[in-house]
């Protein structure tokens, strides 16, 4: 029974070590990126004791049995070593997720979770960022190299006589009994307690601050839980069908009293072009762009990546839950987006995007939508400008992109993603030293995709299909290096520029200071062509007297309409707040304005019934 009594102490002592490392790995997720929270409070430190306890209860489960399970073939040297080794590169991988996240986080703006790590078309995007990442932020390699050695080292063994002892009857019930125990101990601890339901990633909200969740969770937890759950909505009840349709109803009937104009449609997705990288001296071109088009100032992102962009704005459906819906199950559902609607009026249809083929699973999606054609950088042909890492720089794909589009036969309906400006922002060696470096590292590459936009208007201007076309411009997301405070609130991380152009209307110019986002530009397009349909939409046409915008991250939903903003988990409000005169979002007015707060709820609840129910029950088309 000695040997057994070592046994206990020795997993206690390796499961709370592997507790410390994780609060070590929380503290340097702070400090590494401290301007993106509020302060690291004791409430934050004791949240994130909790979601340790859970995510190390359930990766280490196997090894309390294995600890503890009755018989003496556990204390052979060779079992030992066994069990040593096993636990320290099962718990390695998982710390190195935290590790991971504390670069990457920068990027999504949550904790990254199971559909992320192993979304179709993402293999070939992680291993392009691992060596740009290591030589850009070899500092935190080189602390997980430190810590994994003294991992190794601090991990205590079991000393003292292991010579085994005849195992007694008695002794094997004690010791079923007391490994009983430890497992439902850590199954307690694994859900978080003992309240009716297990913590979920949401709860991280109840621990501070709306901005500090990512740092209250840690990243094992958040791969288990949607590891275990991985389609992570559930239908609500919040109303009967008949009240939901009155309060929210995605179903949007367009009745045009003129015929189709027929005009082509070029939609071009701009990576991280973000408001934090406009107007700031990197987008002379934009900018001046803006200026002859139909530009929607308060323009938001329904994403925080770039999977997040392509089916809320080709499909008008954002990704309301903690996996990207292009990465879950629900991906093959039914869809009718921009491609089948304009294919039906007929529009050939094509999608393009320079990185490699099946980067971020774009060209199965582009299937799924209803593309004619795909073209990645397997189709491109001409001058050689293959960037290293993702595929062919912004200016030559443009080049290419141009030209396809003249042997189109019209009307046309396409698409394009540049990509030149995602990390590691590599430009092209005879344009380095042309640009403005800006106030962050992404600004130069910004300027060169800017530059890249320039050169493919003053190509496009010379073809005949030019005056014909309606020029759809939207980032995709901001970027991770906002550096004014109203970049970092979770107004700031969404903001965008969307802008209609059209090179033969004149009418369409101006200033559209309605709130306007991702999910709306389908609606608008097709409302603007004078195109009759019946669809379902989670956005509003640009004609709509609607003010709503909708987008979710970590747990939270996001409703601004008007000039409020409500942050809304775990079927409550969380914050209230008159962003646009509130803009660093200081002043909650949750316990304020009841009113207006109800009035809110209800219609993000309505939202998020409609939503959840359609997605899982296959009906986003009609």
Same mark, same amino acid.
């Given at each position: 029974?000695?040997?057994?009594?070592?046994?206990?102490?020795?997993?206690?002592?390796? +499961?709370?070590?592997?507790?410390?490392?994780?609060?070590?790995?929380?503290?340097?997720?702070?400090?590494?990126? +401290?301007?993106?929270?509020?302060?690291?409070?004791?409430?934050?430190?004791?949240?994130?004791?909790?979601?340790?306890?859970?995510?190390?209860?359930?990766?280490?489960?196997?090894?309390?049995?294995?600890?503890?399970i009755p018989g003496n073939?556990?204390?052979?040297?060779?079992?030992?070593?066994?069990?040593?080794?096993? +636990?320290?590169?099962?718990?390695?991988?998982?710390?190195? !997720?935290?590790?991971?996240?504390?670069?990457?986080?920068?990027? !999504?703006?949550?904790?990254?979770?199971?559909?992320?790590?192993?979304?179709?078309?993402?293999?070939?995007?992680?291993?392009?960022?691992?060596?740009?990442?290591?030589?850009?932020?070899?500092?935190?390699?080189?602390?997980?190299?430190?810590?994994?050695?003294?991992?190794?080292?601090?991990?205590?063994?079991?000393?003292?006589?292991?010579?085994?002892?005849?195992?007694?009857?008695? %002794?094997?019930?004690?010791? &079923?009994?007391?490994?009983?125990?430890?497992?439902?101990?850590?199954?307690?601890?694994?859900?978080?307690?003992?309240?009716?339901?297990?913590?979920?990633?949401?709860?991280?909200?109840?621990?501070?601050?709306?901005?500090? !969740?990512?740092?209250?969770?840690?990243?094992?937890?958040?791969?288990?839980?949607? /590891?275990?759950?991985?389609?992570?909505?559930?239908?609500?009840?919040?109303?009967?069908?008949?009240?939901?349709?009155?309060?929210?109803?995605?179903?949007?009937?367009?009745?045009?009293?003129?015929?189709?104009?027929?005009?082509?449609?070029?939609?071009?997705?701009?990576?991280?072009?973000?408001?934090?990288?406009?107007?700031?001296?990197?987008?002379?071109?934009?900018?001046?762009?803006?200026?002859?088009?139909?530009?929607?100032?308060?323009?938001?992102?329904?994403?925080?990546?770039?999977?997040? =962009?392509?089916?809320?704005?080709?499909?008008?459906?954002?990704?309301?839950?903690?996996?990207? +819906?292009?990465?879950?199950?629900?991906?093959?559902?039914?869809?009718?987006?921009?491609?089948?609607?304009?294919? $039906?009026?007929?529009?050939?249809?094509?999608? /393009?995007?320079? =990185?490699?083929?099946?980067?971020?699973?774009?060209?199965?999606? =582009?299937?799924?939508?209803?593309?004619?054609?795909?073209? *990645?950088?397997?189709?491109? &042909?001409?001058?050689?400008?293959?960037? *290293?890492?993702?595929?062919?720089?912004?200016?030559?794909?443009?080049?290419?992109?141009?030209?396809?589009?003249?042997?189109?036969?019209?009307?046309?309906?396409?698409?394009?993603?540049?990509?030149?400006?995602?990390?590691?922002?590599?430009?092209?060696?005879?344009?380095?030293?042309? /640009?403005?470096?800006?106030?962050?590292?992404?600004?130069?590459?910004?300027?060169?995709?800017?530059?890249?936009?320039?050169? #493919?208007?003053?190509?496009?201007?010379?073809? $005949?299909?030019?005056?014909?076309?309606?020029?759809?411009?939207?980032s995709d997301h901001t970027?991770?290096?906002?550096?004014?405070?109203?970049?970092?609130?979770?107004?700031? $991380?969404?903001?965008?520029?969307?802008? /209609?152009?059209?090179?033969?209307?004149?009418?369409?110019?101006?200033? @559209?200071?309605?709130?306007?986002?991702?999910?709306?530009?389908?609606?608008?397009?097709?409302?603007?062509?004078?195109? $009759? =349909?019946?669809?379902?939409?989670?956005?509003?046409?640009?004609?709509?007297? %609607?003010?709503?915008?909708?987008?979710?991250?970590?747990?939270?939903?996001?409703?601004?309409?008007?000039?409020?903003?409500?942050? #809304?988990?775990? @079927?409550?409000?969380?914050? #209230?707040?008159?962003?646009?005169?509130?803009?660093?979002?200081?002043?909650?007015?949750?316990?304020q304005n009841s009113f207006?707060?109800?009035?809110?709820?209800?219609?993000?609840?309505?939202?998020?019934?409609?939503?959840?129910?359609?997605?899982?029950?296959?009906?986003?088309?009609?």
């Amino acid at each position: 029974m000695n040997n057994y009594k070592k046994s206990i102490a020795l997993f206690l002592k390796r +499961f709370i070590l592997i507790i410390l490392i994780y609060q070590l790995t929380r503290i340097l997720f702070y400090l590494i990126n +401290f301007k993106l929270f509020d302060s690291f409070t004791f409430q934050t430190f004791a949240g994130g004791l909790i979601f340790d306890f859970a995510a190390v209860s359930y990766i280490n489960i196997v090894f309390l049995v294995a600890h503890l399970i009755p018989g003496n073939f556990k204390y052979t040297n060779k079992y030992q070593y066994i069990l040593k080794i096993s +636990f320290y590169l099962i718990n390695l991988l998982f710390i190195a !997720t935290n590790f991971i996240d504390i670069i990457y986080y920068r990027f !999504t703006g949550r904790r990254s979770t199971f559909g992320m790590i192993t979304a179709k078309g993402m293999e070939r995007e992680a291993i392009g960022l691992i060596p740009s990442f290591l030589q850009e932020f070899w500092y935190i390699a080189v602390v997980f190299i430190i810590l994994s050695i003294l991992l190794w080292k601090m991990i205590p063994d079991l000393n003292g006589n292991l010579l085994p002892n005849k195992l007694a009857k008695k %002794d094997y019930y004690i010791k &079923t009994a007391l490994l009983t125990i430890g497992i439902t101990l850590l199954l307690i601890l694994g859900r978080g307690g003992l309240q009716k339901k297990p913590i979920k990633i949401v709860d991280g909200i109840k621990y501070g601050a709306i901005t500090n !969740t990512p740092l209250v969770l840690n990243t094992p937890f958040t791969i288990i839980k949607t /590891f275990i759950k991985k389609d992570d909505i559930e239908k609500v009840n919040y109303f009967d069908s008949k009240e939901l349709k009155t309060i929210y109803n995605p179903i949007i009937s367009l009745r045009p009293t003129t015929t189709p104009n027929k005009r082509n449609v070029v939609i071009l997705i701009l990576e991280s072009f973000g408001n934090e990288n406009v107007g700031r001296g990197q987008t002379p071109f934009l900018d001046s762009l803006i200026t002859k088009s139909y530009y929607f100032k308060n323009g938001f992102a329904n994403g925080k990546v770039s999977i997040d =962009a392509v089916p809320s704005i080709l499909s008008s459906i954002p990704s309301l839950m903690n996996n990207s +819906f292009i990465s879950s199950s629900y991906s093959v559902n039914k869809i009718n987006g921009l491609p089948k609607i304009l294919k $039906k009026e007929g529009y050939s249809t094509s999608f /393009f995007h320079g =990185a490699f083929n099946g980067s971020q699973n774009f060209d199965q999606y =582009a299937k799924v939508a209803g593309f004619d054609q795909y073209y *990645g950088k397997d189709q491109y &042909t001409g001058p050689e400008a293959f960037d *290293g890492k993702w595929g062919i720089f912004d200016e030559e794909f443009l080049q290419f992109f141009s030209s396809k589009l003249s042997s189109f036969q019209e009307p046309f309906f396409s698409s394009l993603f540049t990509i030149s400006s995602h990390n590691p922002y590599t430009i092209p060696k005879k344009y380095i030293g042309k /640009f403005p470096k800006g106030t962050t590292r992404i600004q130069e590459s910004i300027a060169y995709t800017d530059y890249a936009l320039r050169k #493919f208007f003053e190509t496009a201007k010379k073809q $005949k299909w030019y005056k014909n076309t309606l020029f759809v411009i939207s980032s995709d997301h901001t970027s991770s290096e906002g550096d004014r405070n109203t970049d970092k609130t979770n107004i700031g $991380k969404f903001r965008i520029p969307i802008l /209609f152009f059209d090179p033969s209307n004149s009418n369409l110019v101006g200033i @559209n200071e309605k709130n306007f986002q991702q999910i709306d530009i389908m609606p608008s397009i097709l409302d603007y062509l004078n195109i $009759k =349909a019946e669809i379902v939409s989670f956005g509003k046409s640009y004609k709509s007297k %609607d003010d709503f915008v909708v987008y979710y991250l970590g747990g939270t939903y996001h409703y601004i309409n008007d000039d409020y903003y409500l942050a #809304f988990a775990n @079927n409550q409000t969380i914050g #209230f707040y008159k962003w646009k005169e509130d803009t660093l979002l200081k002043n909650n007015l949750m316990n304020q304005n009841s009113f207006k707060v109800k009035e809110a709820e209800k219609f993000i609840k309505a939202y998020i019934q409609s939503f959840n129910e359609r997605v899982i029950n296959n009906q986003l088309t009609l």
